[in-house]
């Protein structure tokens, strides 16, 4: 039986206190620091809109091949535990997913968890014919969660 949906998720321990984590999340403008995908198309076209920040912010992208063309949405924040984003995707392949983040507790900082899921469109189903969609997007995560560390460990919100 075909998979119809798929589920990416990566955690990290991060050295700092939610309130420091939370502010990177919140604010796409600030993702630009962390980002695992920032790196891949250097004349990316970046517009923001509606809030400054938490639900209700939209930031869109047109870039080259590897960047594709899409929106997010910050559909709903729970400060400093949650942010939840509409993930749409027009290029390379049209297909719709939800990002969430959640922030725990950890110690004397906090666990950093990124969860994507989204039904397995023909775009991602011609994708995991190659590659499992964890194994596609599980590294990126990865590298973005260590930026997120980084940054959040060095500039405290």
């Known amino acids: 039986m075909a998979t119809t949906s798929y589920r990416v998720e990566r955690s ?4 700092a206190p939610p309130e420091a984590v939370y502010p ?14 920032e790196g891949v198309d250097p004349t990316m076209t970046r517009t923001y809109s509606g809030a400054d920040a938490g ?3 939209v930031y869109a992208w ?3 091949r590897k960047a594709g ?30 990002t969430v983040f959640t922030v725990e507790p950890a110690g ?16 991602t189903r011609l ?4 590659k499992s ?5 599980g590294p990126d995560f990865e590298k973005g969660l260590a930026h997120l560390k980084l940054t959040a460990e060095t500039t405290r919100g």
């Open 127 to 130: 994708m995991s014919l190659v």
């Open 62 to 64: 047109t870039g080259n």
């Open 24 to 37: 990177h999340l919140a604010d796409f403008r600030r993702w630009t620091s962390w980002s695992p995908w």
């Open 108 to 123: 004397a900082g906090c666990r950093v968890t990124w969860t994507m899921t989204g039904p397995m469109s023909v775009g």
């Open 12 to 15: 990290t321990i991060v050295d």
């Open 55 to 57: 639900a209700g912010a």
């Open 133 to 137: 969609m964890d194994a596609l997007i």
């Open 69 to 98: 063309a899409g929106r997010m949405t910050i559909t709903e924040v729970t400060p400093p535990w949650r942010v939840a984003v509409d993930l749409r995707f027009d290029k390379p392949f049209r297909s719709r997913s939800e």
